[in-house]
């Protein structure tokens, strides 16, 4: 049975999201990345790709008036978006659709965004995947409908020219992830790596390409979430203020 329930949006006191027990919530995350990418007074349109109940969109509509687009493929999580959406009052600022990315940009016009964030699915799935039965957790969690070559693919076409793509995934990918990067003209230009703990290994990877940009990658300094009592660091609590 699924049960919904209204918390605020993880620090962010003036936020709220709707929330389902049996599905795969938001995380940290989805906190991270939007204090991650690239923001200016230029940008004008942002897409979310797989924004789940909208926490990202919802965080960057604190830092920028641009308008912001999240798609997300499951009927039942993208309701979750449009009552978090509703109940934030951002109904002008923010706009949720129901369908699946692979349709949705080939119905787009060509260099439509100036931003695209996605927090997609970290593991890659095959026939031998140790996959969740709840279809919710499945689809966020593993590349059932999405995997990176995918969606490099859709923000080469979508982006604008110099058009930046972040997104958050797993260190051990990061090769895959460049690689995918520069296959679609996307140029890596920052990449951040988030440690559980100071001297313990990153378990999260921040990171940032530009379209057709020009070569040259920055490596930001380490971002470490906890201390050792378990509290955030002062690092991460700055982002709930």
Known sequence: MLMKVINYLLGYKDLKIVQDDQMFNFSLDSVLLPNFVTLNKKIDKILDIGCGNAPIPLILSTKTTAKIIGVEIQKSVFKLAEESVTLNKKNDQIKIIND????????????????????????????????????????????????????????????????????????????????????????????????????????????????????GLKLLPPIYTHLDNGEYTEEIKKYFE
């Open 100 to 215: 699946d990315i692979n349709n949705y940009y080939k119905e787009c016009e060509t260099d439509t965004f100036d931003i695209i964030v996605s927090n997609p699915p970290f593991f890659k799935y095959t026939e031998t995947s140790n996959i969740n039965k709840n279809d919710y957790k499945t689809i966020a969690r593993h590349e059932v409908k999405l995997n990176l070559g995918e969606l490099f693919k859709i923000a080469r076409k979508l982006l604008k020219n110099n058009g930046v793509i972040a997104i958050v995934n797993r260190p051990e990918r990061f090769v895959e992830v460049v690689e995918e990067m520069k296959n679609n003209n996307i140029e890596p230009k920052r990449v951040q790596f988030v440690y559980p703990k100071m001297n313990s290994e990153a378990n999260v990877m921040l990171i940032e390409g530009t379209k057709n940009g020009k070569p």
